[in-house]
T-cell receptor, first 116, second 114 residues
Framework: EAQVTQNPRYLITVTGKKLTVTCSQN?????MSWYRQDPGLGLRQIYY???????DKGDVPEGYKVSRKEKRNFPLILESPSPNQTSLYFC???????????????FGDGTRLSIL | ELKVEQNPLFLSMQEGKNYTIYCNYS?????LYWYRQDPGKSLESLFV?????AVKQEGRLMASLDTKARLSTLHITAAVHDLSATYFC??????????????FGKGTLLTVNP
């Protein structure tokens, strides 16, 4: 089954304690992305990756890191989490291409992070 | 900076009625997507619109794209309770080379009442 898998689904932690949210896709997609969803703000892109070893900042990258060492994995790292990073996070992937080959993004089930 | 605006943000409608959700965006693009999100769930792709004049229909939902007006619409026909969800439009714009960047609207929370 084609899917994007995020872990953990829920996490409550404390300020300053480093954490990693993993994301893995089994569709051989080139493009992967992280979003955060906050009430009244919709989805905002944190980072995205066009392919292995190619990453770029989205709209709200501060406080986050990513890496893309393998095509299937795109972990999101919070080196020193703060309460303003409490949010619902989604990982997504798609086959990236211009014009008629554009494909919608497939989303994971989400990770709800609470930073106390 | 690309802005994507949806109207309305909240929509309460009766079963059997028709309504339209609007998605305006501020820069040139011919790639627009509609997603649905049920409460507590992930996002599900509904439509992919890739050219001016594109129209896609699935059941009681129909989406269209006017790239000249920078406007997409999601029309709901004879609403039923199962359509209650949050609907997002998202616009893809070039961000250098062959890269594209997806920007979402804030979403429209649709509630269909019996």
């Amino acid at each position: 089954e084609a899917q994007v898998t995020q872990n953990p689904r829920y996490l409550i932690t404390v300020t300053g304690k480093k954490l990693t949210v993993t994301c893995s896709q089994n569709m051989n997609h080139e493009y992967m992305s992280w979003y955060r969803q906050d009430p009244g703000l919709g989805l905002r892109q944190i980072y995205y990756s066009m392919n292995v070893e190619v990453t770029d900042k989205g709209d709200v990258p501060e406080g986050y890191k990513v890496s893309r060492k393998e095509k299937r994995n795109f972990p999101l790292i919070l080196e020193s989490p703060s309460p303003n990073q409490t949010s619902l996070y989604f990982c997504a992937s798609s086959r990236q291409g211009a014009g008629m080959w554009s494909q919608p993004q497939h989303f994971g089930d989400g990770t709800r992070l609470s930073i106390l | 900076e690309l802005k994507v605006e949806q109207n309305p943000l909240f929509l309460s409608m009766q079963e059997g009625k028709n309504y339209t959700i609007y998605c305006n965006y501020s820069t040139t693009s011919d790639r627009l997507y509609w997603y649905r999100q049920d409460p507590g769930k992930s996002l599900e792709s509904l439509f992919v619109l890739l050219s001016n004049g594109a129209v896609k229909q699935e059941g009681r939902l129909m989406a269209s794209l006017d790239t000249k007006a920078r406007l997409s619409t999601l029309h709901i026909t004879a609403a039923v309770h199962d359509l209650s969800a949050t609907y997002f439009c998202a616009v893809d714009v070039p961000s250098g080379g062959s890269n594209y960047k997806l920007t979402f609207g804030k979403g429209t929370l649709l509630t269909v009442n019996p």
